[in-house]
Protein backbone atom coordinates (compact mmCIF):
# COMPACT_ATOMS: atom_id res chain seq x y z
CA UNK A 1 0.00 0.00 0.00
CA UNK A 2 1.55 3.26 -0.41
CA UNK A 3 2.00 5.53 2.10
CA UNK A 4 -0.89 8.22 1.83
CA UNK A 5 -1.89 11.31 4.51
CA UNK A 6 -4.26 14.09 3.58
CA UNK A 7 -2.07 16.87 4.60
CA UNK A 8 -4.89 18.74 7.53
CA UNK A 9 -5.14 22.42 7.21
CA UNK A 10 -2.37 22.64 4.82
CA UNK A 11 -2.83 26.56 4.00
CA UNK A 12 -3.55 27.19 7.10
CA UNK A 13 -0.42 25.47 7.94
CA UNK A 14 1.83 27.27 5.27
CA UNK A 15 0.06 30.32 6.28
CA UNK A 16 1.45 30.38 9.99
CA UNK A 17 4.67 29.28 9.30
CA UNK A 18 5.37 32.56 7.30
CA UNK A 19 8.03 30.88 5.13
CA UNK A 20 11.04 32.83 3.52
CA UNK A 21 12.76 31.52 0.71
CA UNK A 22 16.10 30.89 2.39
CA UNK A 23 14.93 30.01 5.70
CA UNK A 24 15.49 27.03 7.91
CA UNK A 25 12.29 24.94 8.67
CA UNK A 26 11.71 21.17 10.59
CA UNK A 27 8.65 19.27 9.59
CA UNK A 28 8.76 17.05 12.78
CA UNK A 29 6.09 14.49 11.28
CA UNK A 30 7.05 14.27 7.60
CA UNK A 31 4.41 11.07 7.39
CA UNK A 32 3.52 11.24 3.13
CA UNK A 33 5.24 14.71 3.15
CA UNK A 34 2.15 16.45 1.84
CA UNK A 35 3.59 19.72 4.58
CA UNK A 36 7.11 19.00 3.68
CA UNK A 37 6.73 19.21 -0.08
CA UNK A 38 4.27 22.56 0.61
CA UNK A 39 7.23 23.94 2.64
CA UNK A 40 10.16 22.21 0.21
CA UNK A 41 8.06 24.16 -2.86
CA UNK A 42 8.93 27.36 -1.38
CA UNK A 43 12.21 27.45 -0.26
CA UNK A 44 15.65 28.02 -2.32
CA UNK A 45 18.49 26.43 -3.13
CA UNK A 46 19.85 28.60 0.39
CA UNK A 47 16.73 27.35 2.37
CA UNK A 48 16.68 23.66 4.38
CA UNK A 49 13.90 21.52 5.16
CA UNK A 50 14.94 19.17 7.54
CA UNK A 51 11.71 17.03 7.64
CA UNK A 52 11.44 13.76 10.31
CA UNK A 53 9.83 11.07 11.08
CA UNK A 54 10.23 7.92 13.20
CA UNK A 55 8.21 5.89 11.14
CA UNK A 56 10.25 4.39 8.61
CA UNK A 57 7.70 3.46 6.03
CA UNK A 58 6.91 7.40 6.29
CA UNK A 59 10.90 8.02 5.84
CA UNK A 60 10.96 5.69 2.48
CA UNK A 61 8.08 7.50 1.05
CA UNK A 62 9.36 11.15 1.94
CA UNK A 63 13.13 10.55 0.39
CA UNK A 64 11.19 9.76 -2.75
CA UNK A 65 8.42 12.37 -3.01
CA UNK A 66 11.07 14.84 -1.66
CA UNK A 67 13.92 14.07 -4.08
CA UNK A 68 13.36 16.84 -6.62
CA UNK A 69 13.66 19.65 -3.78
CA UNK A 70 17.77 20.37 -3.30
CA UNK A 71 16.65 22.18 0.40
CA UNK A 72 14.98 18.90 2.10
CA UNK A 73 16.87 16.69 4.12
CA UNK A 74 15.00 13.42 5.42
CA UNK A 75 15.84 11.58 8.16
CA UNK A 76 14.73 9.39 10.64
CA UNK A 77 13.91 10.46 14.21
CA UNK A 78 11.02 11.03 16.50
CA UNK A 79 10.44 15.06 16.96
CA UNK A 80 11.54 15.06 20.34
CA UNK A 81 15.00 14.56 19.01
CA UNK A 82 15.28 17.34 17.20
CA UNK A 83 17.94 19.48 18.55
CA UNK A 84 20.15 16.70 18.14
CA UNK A 85 19.53 16.26 14.26
CA UNK A 86 19.79 19.97 14.09
CA UNK A 87 23.00 19.57 15.93
CA UNK A 88 24.15 17.02 13.34
CA UNK A 89 23.36 18.87 10.42
CA UNK A 90 25.67 21.61 11.85
CA UNK A 91 22.06 23.91 12.26
CA UNK A 92 22.03 26.33 15.51
CA UNK A 93 18.92 28.04 14.99
CA UNK A 94 15.59 27.64 12.78
CA UNK A 95 12.90 29.73 11.36
CA UNK A 96 9.83 27.76 11.95
CA UNK A 97 8.58 24.07 13.26
CA UNK A 98 5.68 22.14 12.01
CA UNK A 99 4.26 19.56 14.15
CA UNK A 100 1.12 17.39 12.81
CA UNK A 101 0.66 15.13 15.46
CA UNK A 102 -1.86 13.15 13.51
CA UNK A 103 -2.15 9.30 12.54
CA UNK A 104 -1.51 8.35 8.93
CA UNK A 105 -3.70 7.24 6.48
CA UNK A 106 -1.50 4.77 5.58
CA UNK A 107 -0.89 3.50 9.34
CA UNK A 108 -4.71 3.27 9.95
CA UNK A 109 -5.49 1.52 6.87
CA UNK A 110 -2.03 -0.93 6.70
CA UNK A 111 -3.97 -3.90 9.12
CA UNK A 112 -0.33 -5.06 9.54
CA UNK A 113 0.21 -2.05 11.57
CA UNK A 114 -2.27 -2.98 14.20
CA UNK A 115 -3.57 0.94 14.95
CA UNK A 116 -6.95 0.57 14.09
CA UNK A 117 -10.14 -1.38 14.88
CA UNK A 118 -11.60 -1.22 11.60
CA UNK A 119 -9.06 -3.88 9.85
CA UNK A 120 -8.22 -6.83 11.67
CA UNK A 121 -4.05 -7.22 11.82
CA UNK A 122 -1.73 -7.80 14.72
CA UNK A 123 -2.05 -5.64 17.80
CA UNK A 124 1.09 -3.64 17.11
CA UNK A 125 0.69 0.09 17.02
CA UNK A 126 4.57 0.79 17.24
CA UNK A 127 5.39 4.19 14.82
CA UNK A 128 9.22 3.87 14.84
CA UNK A 129 8.62 -0.58 14.06
CA UNK A 130 10.81 -0.37 17.37
CA UNK A 131 10.28 -0.90 21.22
CA UNK A 132 7.09 -2.37 23.47
CA UNK A 133 3.80 -3.21 20.96
CA UNK A 134 0.30 -2.91 21.99
CA UNK A 135 -0.06 -6.51 22.18
CA UNK A 136 2.96 -6.65 25.10
CA UNK A 137 1.26 -4.11 27.08
CA UNK A 138 -2.15 -5.37 26.68
CA UNK A 139 -1.17 -9.18 27.74
CA UNK A 140 1.37 -8.48 30.14
CA UNK A 141 0.25 -5.08 32.29
CA UNK A 142 -1.42 -5.27 35.19
CA UNK A 143 -5.59 -4.80 35.40
CA UNK A 144 -4.92 -1.83 37.70
CA UNK A 145 -2.08 0.08 35.01
CA UNK A 146 -4.49 -0.94 31.90
CA UNK A 147 -7.02 0.55 33.64
CA UNK A 148 -4.72 3.65 34.49
CA UNK A 149 -4.31 3.88 30.53
CA UNK A 150 -7.46 4.05 29.18
CA UNK A 151 -8.31 6.64 32.13
CA UNK A 152 -5.93 9.15 31.29
CA UNK A 153 -4.84 8.69 28.08
CA UNK A 154 -8.35 7.61 26.24
CA UNK A 155 -10.43 9.50 28.63
CA UNK A 156 -12.20 6.44 28.91
CA UNK A 157 -15.59 5.87 31.15
CA UNK A 158 -15.81 2.26 31.39
CA UNK A 159 -11.77 1.92 31.73
CA UNK A 160 -11.96 -0.42 34.99
CA UNK A 161 -14.51 -2.75 33.35
CA UNK A 162 -12.62 -3.21 30.10
CA UNK A 163 -9.05 -3.92 31.95
CA UNK A 164 -11.15 -6.18 34.04
CA UNK A 165 -12.23 -7.95 30.67
CA UNK A 166 -8.91 -7.96 29.30
CA UNK A 167 -7.21 -9.72 32.10
CA UNK A 168 -10.06 -12.59 32.19
CA UNK A 169 -9.59 -12.87 28.08
CA UNK A 170 -5.89 -13.40 27.96
CA UNK A 171 -6.26 -15.93 31.06
CA UNK A 172 -7.56 -18.14 28.25
CA UNK A 173 -5.09 -17.31 25.69
CA UNK A 174 -2.96 -14.59 24.25
CA UNK A 175 -4.63 -11.50 23.17
CA UNK A 176 -2.71 -10.80 19.70
CA UNK A 177 -5.33 -9.12 17.35
CA UNK A 178 -7.18 -6.07 16.85
CA UNK A 179 -10.35 -7.38 16.22
CA UNK A 180 -9.78 -9.84 19.78
CA UNK A 181 -9.30 -6.89 21.37
CA UNK A 182 -12.23 -4.33 19.85
CA UNK A 183 -14.55 -7.61 20.74
CA UNK A 184 -13.15 -7.49 24.61
CA UNK A 185 -13.67 -3.60 24.79
CA UNK A 186 -18.01 -4.36 23.84
CA UNK A 187 -18.39 -7.07 25.94
CA UNK A 188 -17.38 -4.97 28.81
CA UNK A 189 -19.70 -2.21 27.63
CA UNK A 190 -22.98 -1.56 28.22
CA UNK A 191 -25.31 -2.07 25.19
CA UNK A 192 -25.82 1.38 24.95
CA UNK A 193 -22.36 2.28 25.10
CA UNK A 194 -21.67 -0.46 22.60
CA UNK A 195 -24.27 0.95 19.95
CA UNK A 196 -21.93 4.27 19.74
CA UNK A 197 -20.42 4.84 16.30
CA UNK A 198 -16.89 3.84 17.31
CA UNK A 199 -17.38 2.23 21.38
CA UNK A 200 -13.38 1.01 20.58
CA UNK A 201 -11.55 4.21 19.75
CA UNK A 202 -10.81 5.82 23.32
CA UNK A 203 -9.36 2.64 24.25
CA UNK A 204 -7.02 2.27 20.72
CA UNK A 205 -6.29 6.17 21.12
CA UNK A 206 -4.73 4.95 24.78
CA UNK A 207 -2.96 1.99 23.73
CA UNK A 208 -1.18 3.91 20.69
CA UNK A 209 -0.18 6.87 23.37
CA UNK A 210 1.26 4.59 25.74
CA UNK A 211 3.27 2.28 23.02
CA UNK A 212 4.76 5.60 21.64
CA UNK A 213 5.09 7.46 24.68
CA UNK A 214 3.29 10.17 22.82
CA UNK A 215 2.39 12.69 25.43
CA UNK A 216 6.01 12.84 26.71
CA UNK A 217 7.72 13.00 23.71
CA UNK A 218 5.06 16.21 22.77
CA UNK A 219 6.22 18.07 25.91
CA UNK A 220 9.92 17.71 24.87
CA UNK A 221 9.65 18.19 21.55
CA UNK A 222 7.67 21.35 22.40
CA UNK A 223 10.25 22.52 24.09
CA UNK A 224 13.08 21.81 21.73
CA UNK A 225 11.25 23.32 19.01
CA UNK A 226 11.24 26.23 20.82
CA UNK A 227 14.93 26.65 21.65
CA UNK A 228 15.89 25.86 18.20
CA UNK A 229 13.54 28.76 16.91
CA UNK A 230 14.69 32.16 16.15
CA UNK A 231 13.60 35.28 17.30
CA UNK A 232 10.91 35.85 14.90
CA UNK A 233 10.24 31.94 14.21
CA UNK A 234 7.05 30.30 14.46
CA UNK A 235 5.94 26.96 15.72
CA UNK A 236 3.16 25.37 14.35
CA UNK A 237 1.32 22.11 16.04
CA UNK A 238 -1.69 20.25 15.23
CA UNK A 239 -3.22 18.38 17.25
CA UNK A 240 -6.30 15.74 17.22
CA UNK A 241 -7.27 14.91 20.55
CA UNK A 242 -8.05 16.96 23.49
CA UNK A 243 -4.58 15.91 25.58
CA UNK A 244 -2.23 17.15 23.19
CA UNK A 245 -4.12 20.53 22.41
CA UNK A 246 -4.30 20.94 26.19
CA UNK A 247 -0.08 20.38 26.85
CA UNK A 248 0.43 22.53 23.94
CA UNK A 249 -2.34 25.54 24.81
CA UNK A 250 -0.43 25.23 28.63
CA UNK A 251 3.19 25.56 27.28
CA UNK A 252 1.92 28.18 25.03
CA UNK A 253 0.64 29.85 27.28
CA UNK A 254 3.76 29.68 29.73
CA UNK A 255 6.08 31.06 27.00
CA UNK A 256 3.45 34.11 26.43
CA UNK A 257 3.22 34.85 30.30
CA UNK A 258 4.50 38.00 31.54
CA UNK A 259 4.61 39.48 35.08
CA UNK A 260 3.59 36.42 37.93
CA UNK A 261 3.50 38.65 40.58
CA UNK A 262 0.92 38.15 42.84
CA UNK A 263 -2.15 40.58 42.07
CA UNK A 264 -1.68 42.34 44.89
CA UNK A 265 1.60 43.66 44.23
CA UNK A 266 1.08 47.40 43.11
CA UNK A 267 4.54 47.70 41.04
CA UNK A 268 6.42 44.47 39.16
CA UNK A 269 9.09 42.58 41.49
CA UNK A 270 9.54 39.64 39.44
CA UNK A 271 10.75 40.91 36.19
CA UNK A 272 9.22 38.40 33.83
CA UNK A 273 8.73 39.01 30.42
CA UNK A 274 7.16 37.21 27.88
CA UNK A 275 9.18 34.83 25.53
CA UNK A 276 6.49 34.01 22.92
CA UNK A 277 3.52 35.76 21.18
CA UNK A 278 0.01 34.07 20.07
CA UNK A 279 -0.46 34.63 16.39
CA UNK A 280 -3.87 32.47 17.44
CA UNK A 281 -5.83 33.39 20.41
CA UNK A 282 -8.36 30.65 19.66
CA UNK A 283 -7.30 27.61 17.53
CA UNK A 284 -8.02 27.12 14.08
CA UNK A 285 -10.16 24.50 12.59
CA UNK A 286 -11.06 23.28 9.49
CA UNK A 287 -12.87 24.80 6.73
CA UNK A 288 -16.31 23.12 5.93
CA UNK A 289 -14.86 22.29 2.74
CA UNK A 290 -12.22 20.48 4.10
CA UNK A 291 -14.47 18.88 6.68
CA UNK A 292 -16.17 17.46 3.11
CA UNK A 293 -12.98 16.08 1.86
CA UNK A 294 -11.59 14.62 4.65
CA UNK A 295 -13.43 13.39 7.39
CA UNK A 296 -10.35 12.54 9.35
CA UNK A 297 -9.89 16.11 10.11
CA UNK A 298 -13.06 16.93 12.17
CA UNK A 299 -10.62 17.00 15.45
CA UNK A 300 -7.52 18.66 14.07
CA UNK A 301 -6.97 22.10 15.96
CA UNK A 302 -4.01 24.43 14.64
CA UNK A 303 -2.02 26.39 17.23
CA UNK A 304 0.47 28.89 15.90
CA UNK A 305 2.85 30.79 18.57
CA UNK A 306 6.23 33.26 17.34
CA UNK A 307 8.90 33.72 19.39
CA UNK A 308 10.16 37.00 20.71
Given at each position: MEFSHFSVMLPECIEGLRIRPDGVYIDGTAGGAGHSSAIASRLSDQGILLALDQDPDAIETAKKRLEVYPSARVIQANFS??????????????DGV???LGVSSFQLDTAERGFSYMHDGNLDMRMSKQGISAREIVNTYSKEELERIFRE?????????????????RQEQEISTTFALADIIK????????????????????????VNAELDRLSDGLDAAFE???????????????????????RYQAWCQGCVCPPDFPVCRCG????AKLITRKPLLPSETELAQNKRSQSAKLRILEKL
Open positions: EMRQVAAAQQIENVLLDYGEERFSGSIAAAIVRKSAMPAKARREKNPCKRTFQALRIALLAPGGRLVVLTFHSLEDRIVKQHQPK
